[in-house]
């Protein structure tokens, strides 16, 4: 018998997709050339940000509390947790953050929520990927924070499940948006005291019933785009871990951070 070639194996078949998506991303960078996802300035490369907007990001970096994500003004050269994470330690475990939630992430986390701009969502989780990395080495799987059903008619998407799946991707792990369900519908936190916000948040997520055998003893990576009080990261922690998940770490976009 003698084989015929199908293609499979010849080199060139292979070259040819990447060279045409290589073509089309030329023929569109033509014709729509890149901004930056901020301000709409000219940039070098598509789903960036310009020199003037990545300057303009509080990056969260070391040294930070170990449990809150929290930055402190002094390294003192060992991992520290912050007095807030001590006198009212979280229901999770750690929490991350890219940047604070001012000048430029706050208008990236705005544009994403309100201005129906779920493109942001690629290069934002990126960046959340990256600084997430440890927590992400620790999980078993992402679960984005839900949005209660109404909301999500209105908003037509939600934020949080689109950065989910890209930092999902860029981790290499799965995520899974039926471990949690939204079943209240609570009023916007903005402008609510830490308190109001736990009132507000009480009843507000459940696990599902045919979602809690997937949820045993995995370690739970919950996904937001902004951290503010802790009171929605810990009200969907307690419900995760009261139906079964071993632990519950946070990763989020920008968080407010309060300077003493």
């Known amino acids: 018998m003698i084989a015929v070639p199908d293609g499979r194996d010849d080199p060139s078949r292979s ?21 930056c996802i901020a301000c709409g300035a000219a940039t070098d490369a598509p789903h960036g940000l310009c020199a003037a907007c990545w300057s303009g990001i509080a990056f969260i970096e070391k040294p930070y509390c170990e449990r809150l994500g929290t930055p402190f003004a002094v390294d003192l050269g060992q991992p520290l947790l912050s007095p807030a994470a001590i006198a009212d330690p979280p229901v999770f ?7 604070r939630y001012e000048g430029t992430a706050s208008a990236l986390v705005h544009r994403l929520k309100y201005g129906d701009r779920p493109e942001l969502a690629r290069a934002m989780g990126v960046m959340m990927a990256r600084s997430g990395a440890e927590l992400l080495r620790d999980a078993d799987v992402i679960v984005p924070v839900p949005l209660h059903r109404w909301r999500l008619w209105r908003r037509r998407f939600n934020q949080a499940m689109a950065l989910s799946t890209v930092i999902a991707r860029a981790g290499r792990i799965s995520c899974d948006p039926f471990l949690l369900a939204r079943v209240k519908r609570t009023r916007p936190q903005v402008g609510l005291t830490r ?7 009480q009843g507000a997520f459940r696990v599902p019933a045919a979602a809690k055998a997937q949820l045993q003893g995995r370690r739970v990576l919950l996904v937001d785009d902004v951290l503010t009080t802790g009171a929605t990261a810990n009200a969907a922690a307690r419900v995760l871990i009261r139906a079964g998940a071993a632990s519950v770490d946070v990763l989020a976009f920008a968080r407010v951070v309060t300077d003493a």
């Open 195 to 201: 308190v109001q916000r736990q009132d507000n948040l």
């Open 93 to 99: 475990g750690r929490a991350r953050a890219v940047a």
């Open 15 to 35: 070259r040819w997709p990447r060279s045409l998506r290589r073509f089309g991303e030329l023929l569109l960078g033509l014709l729509y050339p890149p901004t």
